[in-house]
C-alpha cells in the first residue's frame, strides 16, 4: 500500500526554523501538500506542490516564510519553515494525490492519502 511518512518536527523558540520531511515509500503522486491542524481548529492548507514542474503554491499566513520543495530522485518532499511563530503550532501533515485533473491544490478535498503527523510546537 502506498504510504507517507512526515518526520522533522519539534520544539523550537519563536523566529527559529524546522524542516519537515515526507518521504512517499517509493511510489509518485501528482501533488502533493502539507496541511496542519492545531488544537480546537480545523486541519488549514499550509502550501503544495505539483510534482511535474515544482509549481507552488501557499497560505498567505507563511508566504515568505515557508518553503515546499520536492526531490524526484529521492521521491520526499519538504517544508521548509523559517521565523516560525507560535500561531505556526500545529501537527503538520504531508497528503499527496494521484489526480491530475482540474482540483485545487489548496483543497483538502483534492487529496487522498495523509501521513501519520508530526508536532511543531513554538513558544515565544
Known amino acids: 500500500q502506498v504510504q507517507l511518512a512526515e518526520s522533522g518536527g519539534g520544539l523550537v523558540q519563536a523566529g527559529d526554523s524546522l524542516r519537515l520531511s515526507c518521504a512517499a515509500s517509493?511510489?509518485?503522486?501528482?501533488?502533493y501538500g502539507w496541511f496542519r491542524q492545531a488544537p480546537g481548529k480545523e486541519r488549514e492548507f499550509v502550501a503544495a506542490?505539483?510534482?511535474?514542474?515544482?509549481?507552488?503554491y501557499y497560505a498567505n499566513s507563511v508566504k515568505g516564510r515557508f518553503t515546499i520543495s520536492r526531490d524526484n530522485a529521492k521521491n520526499t518532499v519538504y517544508l521548509q519553515m523559517d521565523n516560525l511563530k507560535p500561531e505556526d503550532t500545529a501537527v503538520y501533515y504531508c497528503?499527496?494525490?494521484?489526480?491530475?485533473?482540474?482540483?485545487?491544490?489548496?483543497?483538502?478535498?483534492?487529496?487522498?492519502?495523509w501521513g501519520q503527523g508530526t508536532q511543531v510546537t513554538v513558544s515565544s
Open positions: 506542490i505539483r510534482w511535474s514542474g515544482a509549481d507552488t
Open positions: 517509493g511510489h509518485t503522486f501528482s501533488r
Open positions: 497528503t499527496a494525490t494521484y489526480s491530475s485533473g482540474s482540483l485545487s491544490y489548496t483543497d483538502i478535498k483534492t487529496y487522498d492519502y
